[in-house]
């Protein structure tokens, strides 16, 4: 196991814990937007809710990295993918136009596939092409909607990756960290004796996750100066480099993890679309 420093104090555990949380409040959010309810309270909340999806891509390299069995994990994203995606058709046909509420599951299971299969280095790895090119897909059409103010029926919101670039961007830079920060050890310690396993190696993996975050937003701003291109709204997306004092925090280690736990935190995504959907259906 990865040593650490003593401020690296979060473990999976409570990563997941925050990020659970700062979606509600994003999810809280877009429900108020939709009913005109307080437009700047819901500001606020969305702008604390655009940290979590970092979050959810850490837990995403982190489960790809260490799961031994990738067809059950994926199959456990896909069955929730598939939960949230009959919620949003439901919802979109038989009581209100939510068109445009992306299902952030999507991306993390493309990316989660993209992993695997680049994980591989062999043949196999050729295949992430397919899901890359999805990703790019997803991209271009709601570019071409948000320039011309048009919906493109034939790709509906809820089969389409939201995040697509921003996620598979930050997906790569966190899942490489790792054997960059192993290529830094090796080959620039300056004398210093093998630094693998120390302190410094999560220390180091943490920095370049922060680094790609904040690199991935950069780079998300400047997409969004061409027409069209910015389907983020990188006016709140970019609070979303506040996370990285939740990042640089991270320890590396699991933490809690009993199956109540782990399987609530599936069940929890739907779950609180529809609390959330049915309280505001009341008001």
């Known amino acids: 196991m990865v040593q650490k420093f003593r401020y690296h104090i979060l473990s999976s555990f409570w990563i997941k814990v925050i990020a659970l949380f700062l979606m509600t409040l994003d999810h809280v959010a877009k429900f108020m937007y939709f009913n005109d309810i307080s437009p700047q309270i819901a500001d606020i909340l969305e702008i604390f809710g655009r940290l979590g999806f970092p979050l959810f891509i850490l837990l995403l390299v982190e489960g790809v990295r260490h799961t031994s069995n990738f067809g059950k994990y994926a199959l456990r994203l896909g069955i929730l993918a598939g939960v949230i995606l ?4 439901v919802i979109h046909h038989a009581f209100m136009d939510i068109y445009a509420f992306y299902s952030p599951i999507i991306d993390l299971l ?6 695997y299969l680049l994980k591989q280095n062999n043949r196999k790895s050729f295949w992430a092409i397919l899901p890359i090119a999805y990703i790019i897909l997803s991209f271009i059409v709601m570019s071409i909607e948000n320039q011309q103010s048009i919906e493109i029926w034939w790709f509906p919101f809820y089969l389409r990756s939201g995040y697509n670039i921003f996620a598979l961007l930050l997906s790569l830079g966190f ?3 790792y054997p960059v920060a192993k290529w830094i050890f090796r080959n620039y310690n300056n004398g210093v004796s093998n630094l693998e396993g120390t302190p410094y190696e999560r220390l180091l993996v943490n920095t370049l996750m922060c680094f790609t975050l904040l690199l991935t937003v950069v780079i998300i701003y400047l997409i969004g100066l061409i027409p069209g291109g910015d389907i983020y709204n990188i006016a709140h997306e970019a609070y979303s480099m506040c996370a990285v004092v939740f990042i640089f ?11 109540w736990f782990k399987y609530g935190a ?10 959330i959907f049915l309280i505001f259906l009341l008001i």
Do not use: M, R, T
Not at 86 to 89: D, E, S, Y
């Open 249 to 259: 925090l991270y320890s590396g280690e699991l933490g809690y993890n009993k199956k």
């Open 86 to 89: 009959i919620g949003q058709i």
């Open 110 to 115: 493309l990316c989660a596939v993209i992993l």
């Open 175 to 177: 899942f490489y960290s």
């Open 266 to 275: 599936y069940a929890y995504f739907p779950l609180h679309i529809a609390i």
